[in-house]
C-alpha cells in the first residue's frame, strides 16, 4: 500500500477545516507524509494553524483506519486515487487555491484533455434547452472532436449534456457529489455506466458518502475548476448553474450563456448573467470555438488528418526554436518555467511567444501555460 496515497486520502478525510486551509498546508510541507510526520507540531510549519487543524490532525488514528478501507474499496472496484500531485490530476484544478487534495475517478478519459468544457444549468430543462444542447454539441464534435465535457450528472441540463456528448462521440464526465460506491440519481445509472466507457465518474467524496445539499455546491467548484470555459444552456434568476458561472469566473475561467425569450422562466438567468457581462453570448458551438480561440487548433487537427505532417515549424529564430526544444521535452508550462529552462529573459520570452503563438506554434492554455501545438 502507498503510504503517500493513503496519508492523502487520511487528510482528506478530516472536516474540521476547509480545503483551501488543508491544500496550503499540503503545499507548504511538499507533501501528504510531510504533513502526518509533522502533526504534532503543525505550527512550526504553520504558524496561524486553526485550533481545529490542530486538533484534527492530532487525531487520525480513525481517518487513517478508513482510508485503509477506501483504498481497498476503490483497488478492488477500478477507481483510480487521483492525488494533488499526480501527473493524472486535473492540471486546471490544480490550479485552484480550493482544489480537492484528492480526487476519485472512474473512466477512461484523459482528465487533461487539450480543449475542455462544462456545460450547466437548470434542472427544469425545457425543449428549447433540449435542442440547443443537442444543436451545440453536434457542432462541438465537428469542430472541436478531442473537447471533454464536464457536468454534475444531476436532472435537466447536466444530464441531457452527458447524453448528447456520449451520442456524438464526445468524452464525458460526470462530477458527483457523493461516493463512487453509488449513483445519484438512480435513474441515471445507465448513463453513468456509458460514461465510464466514454468520459468516467470524479467525485472527492470518499465511499459511504450521502448526496447531501452541500456536497452539490462544494462540487460545482470542481465542475468549473477542471474546465477551460463553462457553458450555461438554461437557468433561472437562481439556480446551481449561476453558482458554477460564478465559481468559474473567480477561477479566471470563460463563462458563456445562451440567451432566451425575454420572459422565460428558464432563461431569465442566462439573460441577466449576459446582460450583467458575467458571461460572453453565444449562439453556437462555432461562436465558443472563436471565442476561445480553438479554431487556429481545429485547422491544424484538419491538416493533420488530411495527412499535412507538421514535423518542422518553418522559419523560427534560434530563440523561437530554443523554446520550442523546451516545450518538445516538457509541454504545457508556465513563462517563468520557460524562462528558466530556455535561458531567456522573461521581457524577451513575452515577445517571443507572441510570435509563436502568430504562427500557430503554441498556444496559451488555462492558468498561463504556453502548449507547443503539433
Known amino acids: 500500500m502507498d503510504s503517500e496515497t493513503l496519508y492523502a486520502v487520511a487528510l482528506a478525510r478530516i472536516s474540521y477545516f476547509n480545503s483551501a486551509a488543508l491544500l496550503a498546508l499540503y503545499q507548504r510541507t511538499g507533501s501528504a507524509t510531510a504533513v502526518i510526520e509533522n502533526r504534532n507540531n503543525i505550527r512550526d510549519i504553520l504558524p496561524d494553524a486553526s485550533p ?26 477500478g477507481i483510480k486515487i487521483l492525488c494533488f500531485n499526480d501527473a493524472d490530476y486535473p492540471q486546471r484544478m490544480r490550479e485552484c487555491a480550493d482544489a480537492p487534495l484528492v480526487l476519485f475517478y472512474k473512466g477512461n478519459a484523459d482528465l487533461n484533455k487539450r480543449h475542455t468544457i462544462n456545460i450547466v444549468g437548470t434542472r427544469h430543462c425545457t425543449t428549447y434547452g433540449q435542442e440547443l444542447i443537442r444543436i451545440f454539441t453536434r457542432e462541438l464534435q465537428s469542430l472541436c472532436p478531442d473537447v471533454l465535457v464536464f457536468s454534475g450528472l444531476a436532472y435537466g441540463i447536466d444530464i441531457a449534456a452527458h447524453r448528447e456528448a456520449l451520442s456524438n462521440g464526445i468524452d464525458t464526465v460526470g462530477v458527483v457529489a457523493h461516493g463512487l460506491d453509488d449513483i445519484y440519481p438512480r435513474g441515471h445509472r445507465e ?18 458518502t450521502q448526496p447531501i445539499a452541500k456536497n452539490f455546491v462544494q462540487r460545482n467548484r470542481i465542475v468549473a475548476g477542471c474546465s477551460d470555459a463553462t457553458v450555461l444552456i438554461e437557468s433561472a434568476a437562481k439556480g446551481g448553474g449561476l453558482i458554477t458561472c460564478s465559481i468559474a469566473r473567480s477561477y479566471h475561467r470563460d463563462v458563456f450563456a445562451f440567451p432566451g425569450a425575454i420572459g422565460a422562466e428558464f432563461s ?36 493533420q488528418k488530411q495527412g499535412i505532417e507538421r514535423s518542422l515549424f518553418p522559419d523560427l529564430s534560434a530563440d523561437e526554436q530554443a523554446i520550442v526544444n523546451v516545450l518538445k521535452k516538457n509541454n504545457d508550462l508556465q513563462i517563468n518555467l520557460l524562462s528558466v529552462q530556455s535561458n531567456i529573459a522573461i521581457s524577451r520570452l513575452t515577445a517571443l511567444l507572441f510570435e509563436l503563438e502568430m504562427k500557430g506554434v503554441v498556444k496559451t492554455m488555462a492558468g498561463g501555460c504556453y502548449h507547443l501545438l503539433g
Request: hydrophobic content about 35%.
Open 268 to 303: 431569465e438567468g442566462c439573460n441577466n448573467l449576459i446582460r450583467d457581462n458575467g458571461a460572453s453570448l453565444i449562439t453556437s458551438a462555432c461562436d465558443l470555438v472563436k471565442a476561445m480561440n480553438w479554431d487556429g487548433d481545429v485547422k491544424l487537427e484538419k491538416a
Open 191 to 208: 448513463t453513468a455506466t456509458k460514461m465510464i466507457q466514454q468520459g468516467g465518474l470524479l467525485t472527492e467524496y470518499t465511499t459511504r
Open 52 to 77: 481545529h487543524l490542530v486538533e484534527g490532525l492530532q487525531d487520525m488514528d480513525n481517518a487513517l483506519k478508513r482510508a485503509e478501507e477506501e483504498l481497498k474499496y476503490n483497488e478492488e472496484h
